[in-house]
């Protein structure tokens, strides 16, 4: 037969195992990804507006002006999704800790996103070879 304080020491540990299993049920947060793909959105319309104008002062007059209407339409549209996640918030404030494990993640903390990354790198590329090419000739 086991001493007393053997069972009262299992009897024990088993009740902390259970609440702390309750308690981390409870108060787990479960990922909302509707929330994350608005964060996305979010994040991923900033960059687009960042590789639009990156450069804008080197444009032409006409292609800096349609740079500058895409942009604003890209703000626009990113405020509305920010009012939206908003509202989102206030109804529900236990997806906070959502906002703020995206904020802390890597996802967010990427320079640019890879399809865009190329297309810039590609761009600046032919951008120098032409003006190598320009200054050969010259």
């Keep these: 037969m ?14 902390m195992l259970a609440s702390w299993g ?21 994040t991923g319309n900033y960059r687009r507006i960042i590789v639009l ?9 006409a292609v800096r002006s349609r740079c500058r209407s895409a942009a604003r339409r890209i703000f626009w549209d990113k405020q509305e999704e920010i009012e939206e996640l908003t509202r989102t918030l206030e109804a529900e ?32 590329r032919s951008a120098v070879r032409f003006a190598s090419r320009e200054i050969r000739t010259r």
């Excluded at 409870?26 to 964060?39: F, G, Q, Y």
């Excluded at 104008?53 to 007059?61: E, I, Q, T």
């Design 2 to 15: 086991r001493p007393k304080w053997h069972i009262t020491f299992i009897a024990l540990t088993l009740g």
């Design 22 to 42: 309750i308690w981390y049920s409870m108060h787990r947060v479960r990922e909302d990804r509707t929330l994350r793909a608005n964060l996305d959105n979010i």
């Design 53 to 61: 104008m990156d450069g804008a002062d080197n444009l032409d007059a």
């Design 93 to 124: 404030p236990r997806k906070i800790r959502q906002v703020v494990d995206y904020v802390g993640s890597s996802n967010f903390a990427r320079r640019r996103p890879a399809r865009i990354s190329g297309r810039v790198r590609r761009t600046r």
